[in-house]
């Protein structure tokens, strides 16, 4: 999926440059098409998703950077790793134990996945965005590090996408937002709207490639759920409000993996399950 967003930009930025090559001479043009393809198969390796036809660079490579970060990122998969296997698997398995699904049941399992959960996205997180893109961006001399933003302080729902996963939010503004604004005549409530829709849908994409099957966990959450936090808290409103929105993120890693693991218990072990029912203890 990268690749291919590295594709579409590739082809914007260079569509109209090729016509304008039409009324130049053959040399001109194999100049100008042999340096592209030269940027092109940097471009394929950079930590961007952005095509341009020069970026910053740095003067030297720093080995002991390089060394450092993928050295890093190599322990973050191992922390993971072991995380997932003795902390959440042994949660997994009640769901292929367990004959009824209770509200008890639902309860207790989100609030024991929180923790590990929100460990791993803080370990992933720190392992892809930090050391694995520096760790390219310092190999290639790309001085262009701003992967992310300190989407910890955030405020409001606005500024958490934003500043999550810059190096994605840039390719969708770029390439969807301004052009959904234009079609939406300058309706940016709405073309901000399509654009978290159609970024939970290929979230979607990639678990129904990973699991097999298609459930709209992702769509809800992220479309749904999303959409409400971003225009309930549409600006910054303080303190409490980031107090708000960073609980909002260990119940969101908690409630996904618990959905996408009773999923695959029905559908893949259904003799597992007698029945799903809700016993509400006051």
């Known amino acids: 999926l990268r690749q291919l967003m590295k594709i579409h930009s590739f082809v914007r930025e260079n569509v109209r440059k090729i016509l304008q090559q039409s009324h130049n001479s053959v040399d001109q043009k194999l100049s100008f098409e042999f340096s592209h393809f030269n940027q092109y198969v940097y471009f394929l390796f950079a930590p961007t998703l952005l095509y341009r036809d020069h970026y910053p660079r740095t003067s030297i490579i720093q080995w002991n950077i390089v060394m450092k970060m993928f050295g890093q990122f190599i322990i973050t998969l191992f922390l993971i790793y072991n995380i997932i296997t003795n902390f959440w698997m042994p949660i997994f398995t009640r769901f292929f134990t367990n004959d009824e699904i209770t509200f008890d049941f639902m309860i207790s399992t989100i609030f024991d996945l929180m923790l590990p959960g929100v460990l791993i996205v803080i370990l992933a997180f720190y392992g892809f965005f930090h050391c694995w893109l520096n760790g ?95 225009f309930s808290f549409p600006r910054a409103k303080g303190t409490r409000w980031n107090i708000v929105l960073l609980t909002f993120v260990p119940i969101c890693v908690a409630i996904i993996p618990y959905f996408y693991v009773l999923e695959v218990s029905a559908r893949y072990f259904p003799s597992k399950r007698v029945s799903l029912r809700f016993n509400f203890c006051l």
């Open 136 to 230: 390219f961006a310092e190999l290639l001399q790309f001085a262009d590090r701003m992967f992310y933003e300190d989407w910890w302080n955030l405020t409001s729902a606005a500024t958490f996408w934003r500043s999550w996963n810059v190096v994605v939010h840039d390719w969708l503004y770029v390439y969807v937002y301004q052009d959904l604004n234009k079609f939406f005549n300058g309706n940016r409530n709405l073309a901000t709207t399509s654009v978290v829709l159609l970024s939970a849908v290929f979230h979607e994409y990639f678990m129904i490639i990973s699991l097999g099957f298609f459930s709209p966990i992702l769509i809800a959450w992220f479309g749904l759920f999303g959409m409400l936090f971003r």
